[in-house]
């Protein structure tokens, strides 16, 4: 079993700053993919960011620029650089991990951490 556990989360002012961290344990053999998304109030769950363990980066349009994923493979962690936050980055931001345990693969998520923009 893989565990994910997020922090960083909290209140900010627009055009501040934040940085996630999701840290993975358990029975891991090695991570190919590490991903956040987040959700807002009523709308669906979305792509924000995502890494690959060779250090391919994918960003959703709406954080290009203001946002970089990054990753520590030796601590099986990654990481968010939230920066220039805006109202509309206020969700729930999960993070997300696929490999394998050398059994068998997995596909786990984090707990959430909340992320407020606001004055």
């Known amino acids: 079993q893989v565990q994910l556990v997020e922090s960083g989360g909290g209140l900010v002012q627009p055009g501040g700053s934040l940085r996630l961290s999701c840290a993975a344990s358990?029975?891991?053999?090695?991570?190919?993919?590490m991903g956040w998304y987040r959700q807002a109030p009523g709308k669906q769950r979305e792509l924000v960011a995502a890494?690959?363990?060779?250090?391919?980066?994918n960003y959703a349009d709406s954080v290009k620029g203001r946002f970089t994923i990054s990753n520590d493979n030796a601590k099986n962690t990654v990481y968010l650089q939230m920066n220039s936050l805006k109202p509309e980055d206020t969700a729930v931001y999960y993070c997300?991990?696929?490999?394998?345990?050398?059994?068998?693969?997995?596909?786990?998520w984090g707990q959430g951490t909340q992320v407020t923009v606001s004055s």
């Open positions: 890494i690959t363990s060779g250090g391919s980066t």
């Open positions: 358990g029975s891991i053999f090695s991570i190919n993919y």
């Open positions: 997300n991990a696929e490999g394998t345990t050398g059994e068998a693969d997995f596909g786990s």
